[in-house]
């Protein structure tokens, strides 16, 4: 989903298209989430929470084996634990791998650690629509062609069987 434009509608870019971001949003500091700081199976260092799931959290980290920003989404350590969670979510990084679509990020790499199971994924900078939502009314255009964009996303995704 793209947020080249204004999200209001009125044409003026968000700067927010892809280029390096100096300071990601996050949802808390060490003190809430003692993970951050921590290097994940040897290479992955958790640097920002980007967002919380039924099944655990997503960071921002960064990949020191290629030297890049990735999303990883880690599974709660009791969770991982649970085989039918476990298996779940493992079909999802796999099912995920399998597709290729400019809205959906791509699958980099899955594994575990004592933390729990994680996906390792492509880290798309831009805003959340919940975040354009926040900033007031969107324009009826802007907001018919985000719906639209997010449609074609959904069924593209549910035609490979990725239900989310």
Known sequence: MTDAADPRGTGASSGTGGGPRSNPPTLGDTSVDPLLG????GRFVLRHLLGRGGMGRVYLAEDQRLKRRVALKLMDAALSQEAEFAARFQREAILQAQVSHP???????A???PEGAYIVLEYSDGRSLGSLMKLGPIRVVRA?????QLLEILDFAHRHGIIH
């Open 111 to 113: 594994g575990e650690s």
């Open 144 to 148: 018919l062609d985000l719906i639209g």
């Open 38 to 41: 921590r290097i994940l199976d």
């Open 103 to 109: 809205g959906i990020v791509q699958v980099l790499d």
